[in-house]
């Protein structure tokens, strides 16, 4: 071996030693073995904040300030992120064993502008985060498959830049968003302002937004401070005591029902006598008849006694059925509630109106796995209506040749069968549905022709501005006017107003 080698390459072992030295004793001191942060990763809500576990004993020297302050217990920790490809040290390194190698004094000295890289870098102190969050919702109470825009304002109120500032919303699990991000990276100066916008989908429900996760790091970004915090709400500009919270939901008006009705009293008129406010008819009195409904007017002038019969008012049994076969799981476009989803929500306001009124409410659902609950009122019966409407399966793919027409169909009768047994005999069937085929017509003139009333009601989800969507409006179209045409009213409604609304027009209509 060439004697004059000898010096240099032992040179360059102990710069290569020194280094990993360096590198592994910088990394047990700063935390760089223990915290992969390069990558925030906002879906999974990766932030932490200073009751996190960086309070061990181990780990205490990632939190202390370098100038050997002491430290704010309320500032969230620095974690430094590693281990990481040290641009600076590597140059200083290669540049330094170049110029022993070649006995090159500039190449040699060249190696100082990587040392002065690194000293950099390792000598920057964890940035100070003092942000301020508000977040402004446009519309609280929106209509399913709105969209609704969130705006969200950052804002500095320390005295030291933030040269990179990445933010997090907590947006609901629930609600897809639409257009823009809720992610957002930019950078502060002492007192400046940052303002980005979002927009989610509405969905039935009430949804709460969750906490907002900040990640601000240094200028060569080796160090970092990740903490979450509760964005305050604005509306209409004004700051509000509340959570922050999109709910979903319109209570439907009373929808008339036909004269069909049980014995409990209720608020259909019958055309009956009995107990009630408005008056109906006399009669000749009889022994068992209460005096308080005696014509004493009419004793006085003739001496007779008469009693007076005054309209009354029963409480109907109405089953709400909801259409989930496959064919019924149609949306207007990708990302909105689909069909079963709306006759769901649908349902539920429906099933609140006639609880409140007294009628006997229970549910079916229509299709694979069809569910019954037996009819009942009160609160209890609302909310096991809600349990079984928010479990609503989703739609089974069956494959071409695995389930051919026919068998459907006989699989589709089984259930309806099933179904009409099942139901009391005077109970008036809602059946919410997109009548996105013939069949769901047939289902309702069948309802019908054993002797129920009843009563449709079909989200408007065809049409999408497509050739196609033209054509499968058309066809829903006639598969309306068929119904109306077989006695059954319809409520046509669509996503884009409120479930009252559809049904204020559709009783005009039917008064008319």
């Not at 977040?135 to 109120?157: C, F, G, M, Q």
């Not at 494959?399 to 026919?406: H, L, N, P, V």
């Not at 179209?477 to 409520?491: E, H, K």
């Amino acid at each position: 071996m060439n004697v004059r080698l000898v010096a240099p390459l032992v040179t360059l072992g102990l710069l290569v030693t020194v280094y990993l030295a360096a590198f592994r004793v910088a990394g047990a001191k700063r935390g760089l073995w223990r915290t992969e942060a390069s990558d925030f990763d906002a879906t999974e809500g990766s932030a932490t904040d200073g009751s996190d576990g960086n309070q061990k004993s181990g780990e205490d020297d990632a939190t202390e300030p370098e100038d050997g302050g002491q430290v704010d217990d309320d500032r969230p920790p620095a974690i430094r992120i590693g281990p990481r490809w040290d641009p600076g040290t590597t140059v200083a390194l290669l540049a330094g064993a170049g110029g022993i190698l070649t006995k090159n004094t500039t190449i040699f000295l060249a190696g100082v502008v990587g040392f002065a890289f690194a000293a950099y870098r390792y000598g920057t102190r964890p940035p100070e985060v003092s942000v301020a969050v508000e977040r402004e919702i446009a519309d609280r109470s929106p209509l399913p498959s709105d969209s609704v825009e969130i705006t969200l304002t950052l804002r500095n109120e320390g005295d030291e830049p933030i040269p990179d500032l990445r933010v997090v919303d907590g947006v609901p699990e629930r609600l897809g968003v639409v257009s823009g991000s809720p992610r957002h990276c930019t950078s502060l100066r002492p007192g400046e302002r940052a303002v980005f916008s979002y927009s989610v989908r509405a969905r039935r429900g009430t949804h709460e937004f969750g906490s907002t996760s900040l990640v601000a790091r240094n200028v060569s970004g080796s160090v970092e401070r990740r903490l979450e915090c509760e964005a305050e709400v604005k509306h209409e500009g004004e700051h509000i005591d509340e959570s922050a919270t999109i709910t979903c939901e319109t209570r439907a008006d009373d929808v008339p029902l036909p004269a069909d009705t049980s014995s409990h009293p209720g608020h259909i008129t019958t055309d009956s006598g009995g107990e009630g406010v408005e008056f109906y008819a006399t009669r000749e009195y009889q022994s068992a008849d209460p005096m308080s409904r005696i014509d004493w007017k009419r004793y006085a002038k003739t001496q007779e006694l008469t009693t007076v019969d005054f309209r009354e008012t029963r409480a109907a049994t109405v089953m709400m059925v909801v259409d989930v076969r496959t064919p019924a799981h149609v949306a207007r476009r990708e990302g909105e509630p689909d069909a079963v989803e709306l006759g769901a929500y649908a349902a539920e306001r429906l099933v609140e109106a006639f609880v409140r009124r007294n009628d006997r409410v229970g549910l079916a659902l229509f299709g694979p796995e069809g569910r019954y609950l037996e009819p009942g009122g009160g609160d209890d019966q609302v909310a096991r209506v809600r349990a079984e409407l928010e479990s609503t399966p989703p739609p089974r793919d069956y494959g071409a040749g695995f389930f051919d027409t026919k068998r459907r169909k006989r699989a589709h009768e089984s259930r309806f069968e099933t179904l009409r047994k099942r139901m009391p005999d005077a109970a008036q069937v809602v059946f919410l549905s997109p009548m996105a085929d013939d069949y769901a017509v047939d289902v309702a003139e069948r309802f019908r022709a054993y002797g129920h009333a009843v009563t449709v009601v079909s989200p408007a989800v065809s049409g999408s501005g497509t050739p196609g969507g033209a054509i499968e409006g058309i066809e829903r179209d006639q598969r309306l006017a068929d119904v109306r045409g077989g006695g059954i009213r319809v409520v046509d409604w669509s996503p884009d107003e409120p479930i009252r609304t559809a049904v204020s027009k559709a009783t005009a209509r039917w008064s008319g």
